[in-house]
């Protein structure tokens, strides 16, 4: 299994950014995808997932912000983050799940499959 995540970079407050997931190694239409996120010192965070028929959970603290989607035929999800706060300010990791729980949950303990990660600074 293999998550590949791209799209973060340096904006700055109310920009926009769209993170892309590349899947591969197993069959990406029979599991959810999501993310999590950690800064310094804390534990990481769930922020959003999306199952196989396409449910959506996200945190509180970006559900009006963020919109997550995924193309199967691609094997590929993203996350568009608009309005993004310094708060925002993290390492984004994609992870599979089996059906979002875990990431509803917020157990990052739980997830078997991490990508590498893709640095997002939101910052003035």
């Known amino acids: 299994v293999q998550l590949q995540a791209s799209g973060g970079g340096l904006v700055h407050p109310g920009g926009s950014l769209r993170l892309s997931c590349a899947a591969s190694?197993?069959?990406?239409?029979?599991?959810?995808i999501g993310w999590f996120r950690q800064t310094p010192g804390k534990k990481r965070e769930a922020v959003s997932c999306i199952t196989t028929g396409g449910r959506t959970v996200y945190a509180d603290s970006v559900e009006t912000r963020f919109t997550i989607s995924r193309d199967n035929a691609k094997s590929t999800m993203y996350l568009q983050m608009n309005s993004l706060k310094p708060e925002d300010t993290a390492v984004y990791y994609c992870?599979?799940?089996?059906?979002?729980?875990?990431?509803?949950?917020?157990?990052?303990?739980?997830?078997?499959?991490w990508g590498k990660g893709t640095q997002v600074t939101v910052s003035s």
């Open positions: 190694g197993y069959k990406f239409d029979d599991y959810a």
């Open positions: 992870v599979r799940d089996s059906d979002c729980t875990t990431v509803a949950l917020d157990w990052a303990g739980g997830i078997d499959h």
